[in-house]
Structure formats: structure tokens, C-alpha cells
């Protein structure tokens, strides 16, 4: 089955600063990769979402960048704010009736003011 | 008011105990998941439903059980908990098309 890496698993950054998160995928058969922001005390909500035919996909300071190739994705946030801090999760999906999704194990990401 | 609910949001009960979490959504989808969430583990399924009359086992489906009611509700049940069923549980929703989904709340699950 799919198995999804993520790193780092925590991630300390100034306010205004940019951060990176990584994933990996293992299936070359998954085709749709949303990241998901929880904040705590609630449950994840998705942020940001990209398809296999898509390089890269911007939403105003978050963009996600997929290299099919090399099996990896990642979540980029510039101009870093407080509010950012939370956990993020990466996913990935396989086509067809079901999509079932696998998750990354999450980054808890710390923006410090 | 949330689209999707779940109760209750913290439990704390006994090794053995039976325990019913439930999951309601008012956004009419057809498809409904569990999820248990530990530390450096992420999220993992748990049961899935495509309908009321559809019911398939997760990868951690192991000492739970699931009921579809009715297309808004989906409960799980630990027929008798034990301390490592300790956890966060995530009840989440997507339409047909599948791709995003929406959690609840979460339940803070506590076996002592």
C-alpha cells in the first residue's frame, strides 16, 4: 500500500520567515495530494490541494510543489504569521472509487513572534 | 453551527468498558471515515463507510466496531477498551468525488 514520509516533524520559525515541509510518496498510482492544517484542539482542514497533473499550485502566501518524478511534494508558507502555528499534514491519494488516503505522520510547525 | 459534529469531545473510561463515540454531518455526504490520531503517528483509518449499507474495514480496524445509521450518522464502538485504544479520534466526511475531506471536532479518548 501507499506509504507517505513526512519531515521535519517539528519546525521553529521567525515571524516573516518562510517554511518548508516535505513528503514523500511511494505509490506512482496516487494522484491527488492535500495538505492539511490542524490548529489546536480541532480537527484538520484541508489548506491546499494539488492533482498529478499539476507542478505547482499557489494560494495567496501557501504554495505546494509536486515532482512526480522523485515522488515528492512539498508545502511552502512565506511571510510566516503566529496564526500559522499548528500541525500540518500531508496526504496522499490514490485515484478510482475509493481514494483512500494515507497521511504523513505531521510537522508541528512553531512560528515565533 | 459545524457541519460535522462528533460526542462526546473528551471520554475518560475504564479497561473493559464499552464505549460509543458518535459522528453527525450535515453537509450530505455520502462517504464517512474514522480516525485515530497519535503522537508521531498521524492519522490512521480506522473504519470507512461509502454508504449506510457499505462498511469496510481500515488498517487498524482491530477492537473496534462501526454503525451507519442513517447517511448523516456513523458511530464507533470499542467493544472493550483497553489503555493502548487511548487516543484522539477523528470522525471525517467527502462527497462522492472523494479528494477532500472534512473532520470533526475530535474526541479525546482516555483507557485507564
Known amino acids: 500500500g501507499e506509504n507517505v514520509e513526512q519531515h521535519p516533524s517539528t519546525l521553529s520559525v521567525q515571524e516573516g520567515d518562510s517554511a518548508v515541509i516535505k513528503c514523500t510518496y511511494s505509490d506512482s498510482a496516487s494522484n491527488y495530494f492535500p495538505w492539511y492544517k490542524q490548529e489546536l484542539g480541532k480537527g484538520p482542514q484541508l489548506i491546499i490541494d494539488i492533482r498529478s497533473n499539476v507542478g505547482e499550485k499557489k494560494d495567496q502566501r501557501i504554495a505546494v510543489t509536486l515532482n512526480k518524478t522523485a515522488k515528492h511534494f512539498s508545502l511552502h508558507i512565506t511571510e510566516t504569521q503566529p496564526e500559522d502555528s499548528a500541525v500540518y499534514f500531508c496526504?496522499?491519494?490514490?485515484?478510482?472509487?475509493?481514494?483512500?488516503?494515507?497521511f504523513g505522520t505531521g510537522t508541528k510547525l512553531q512560528v515565533i513572534p | 453551527d459545524a457541519d460535522v459534529t462528533q460526542t462526546p469531545r473528551n471520554r475518560i473510561t475504564k479497561t473493559g468498558k464499552r464505549i460509543m463515540l458518535e459522528c453527525s454531518q450535515t453537509k450530505g455526504h455520502d462517504r464517512m471515515y474514522w480516525y485515530r490520531q497519535d503522537p508521531g503517528l498521524g492519522l490512521r483509518l480506522i473504519y470507512y463507510?461509502?454508504?449506510?449499507?457499505?462498511?469496510n474495514k481500515g488498517e487498524i480496524s482491530d477492537g473496534y466496531s462501526v454503525s451507519r445509521q442513517a447517511q448523516a450518522k456513523f458511530s464507533l464502538s470499542l467493544e472493550s477498551a483497553i489503555p493502548n485504544q487511548t487516543a484522539l479520534y477523528f470522525c471525517?466526511?467527502?462527497?462522492?468525488?472523494?479528494?477532500?475531506?472534512?473532520f470533526g471536532p475530535g474526541t479525546r479518548l482516555t483507557v485507564l
Open positions: 496526504a496522499a491519494s490514490l485515484g478510482g472509487g475509493y481514494q483512500k488516503v494515507t
Open positions: 463507510s461509502f454508504d449506510v449499507k457499505d462498511i
Open positions: 471525517a466526511t467527502s462527497d462522492l468525488r472523494g479528494g477532500t475531506q472534512y
